[in-house]
Each structure stands twice: as structure tokens, then as C-alpha cells.
Nanobody, 128 residues
Framework: QEQLVESGGGLVQAGGSLRLSCAAP????????ITWFRQAPGKEREGVLC????????YYADSVKGRFTESRDNGENTVYLQMNNLKPEDTAVYYC?????????????????????WGKGTLVTVSS
């Protein structure tokens, strides 16, 4: 059974917005920091941002500051990635993940290998 399930991806024009969801059929997401990664075609998976248990956001990709934000709805057991003013370079498969800790990794420590639980990802395509 999948432990994290992403949804909300799709095709959007540059300048548009999307909201991705990360749901958890088994885990209780409010206990953990949830990190979003993305992987563009031909590139390595990179950390984008993280929301701690204490609702503090840590950004790993400078390019998304001021445009992306993360929030959670504990009643729905869901974490959201709100993406505004999307750019073609945001095109990627977006994944939510957690290392089952309550705080976000430091910028210097963020790594896909440090995560314990992943979703299968959702594709975001931004057209110019």
C-alpha cells in the first residue's frame, strides 16, 4: 500500500498556478516534516521545500521562493504545495516524502537518500 499519494499535477501555462496534494492513507502527516522534491527530465531529483511539524517552511530551491508555499490540513491528513507564477523550468515530476522526523533537514543536508517514505509523484508541465 502506498504510504504517500500525490495528486494535482497537470499542464498549465506559464504564469499560472497549481496546487499539489500529498495524502497519506496510513501515516499521520501532522506528526512529520514533509518535503517536496522534483525531478526534471534528464536531471537529478532536487529538494524544493519542506514543512515541519511546527509549520515552519524551509526552502531548498531559491528559484521557488516567493512563488511556492506549503501547508497542511490535519483534518484531511493532507499536505499541499501551492505553486504560483509557474515557469517552464518548473516542469518536473513532483514527489512528497518524509524522513519520519518532525523537523526539516538543513539546506546542506537535504538529499533524496535521506527520506524514508515516498509517493510515486505527479507530473507538472508548464508551457511557455
Amino acid at each position: 500500500q502506498e504510504q504517500l499519494v500525490e495528486s494535482g499535477g497537470g499542464l498549465v501555462q506559464a504564469g499560472g498556478s497549481l496546487r499539489l496534494s500529498c495524502a497519506a492513507p496510513v501515516l499521520t502527516l501532522e506528526w512529520y516534516a514533509i518535503t517536496w522534491f522534483r525531478q526534471a527530465p534528464g536531471k537529478e531529483r532536487e529538494g524544493v521545500l519542506c514543512l515541519s511539524k511546527y509549520d515552519q517552511v524551509t526552502y531548498y530551491a531559491d528559484s521557488v521562493k516567493g512563488r511556492f508555499t506549503e501547508s497542511r490540513d490535519n483534518g484531511e491528513n493532507t499536505v499541499y504545495l501551492q505553486m504560483n507564477n509557474l515557469k517552464p523550468e518548473d516542469t518536473a515530476v513532483y514527489y512528497c516524502a518524509t524522513d519520519l522526523l518532525d523537523y526539516c533537514p538543513e539546506d546542506r543536508d537535504i538529499s533524496p537518500g535521506g527520506m524514508d517514505v515516498w509517493g510515486k509523484g505527479t507530473l507538472v508541465t508548464v508551457s511557455s
